[in-house]
């Protein structure tokens, strides 16, 4: 509903309560990814892949920030 300020929040304290929740991850990530901060959707991404919570949505969020910030190198490795 367009209110991603609450839905990171809710995100955040979801990883916090139970960080081997992969969803948890991927709604932190899609909220930072709405706010327009990218570098931090990207951390949250290494996060999740570093502990293999990580998933296709994480990548489909990954191809989308490289496609908004016109990064085919990193488009290209998401799509491999």
């Known amino acids: 509903m367009g209110e991603y300020e609450k839905s990171l929040a809710v995100a955040a304290d979801a990883v ?5 929740d992969s969803y948890a991850y991927q709604n932190q990530m899609g909220a930072f990814m709405y706010l327009n901060r990218f570098d931090e959707a990207k951390a949250v991404a290494q ?7 990580g998933g296709v ?14 990064d085919d190198a990193a488009m290209r490795a998401q799509l491999d």
């Open 47 to 53: 996060t999740a892949e570093g502990q293999n919570r």
């Open 16 to 20: 916090r309560l139970d960080p081997q």
């Open 57 to 70: 949505t994480t990548h489909v969020y990954l191809m989308h920030i490289a496609a908004m910030q016109q």
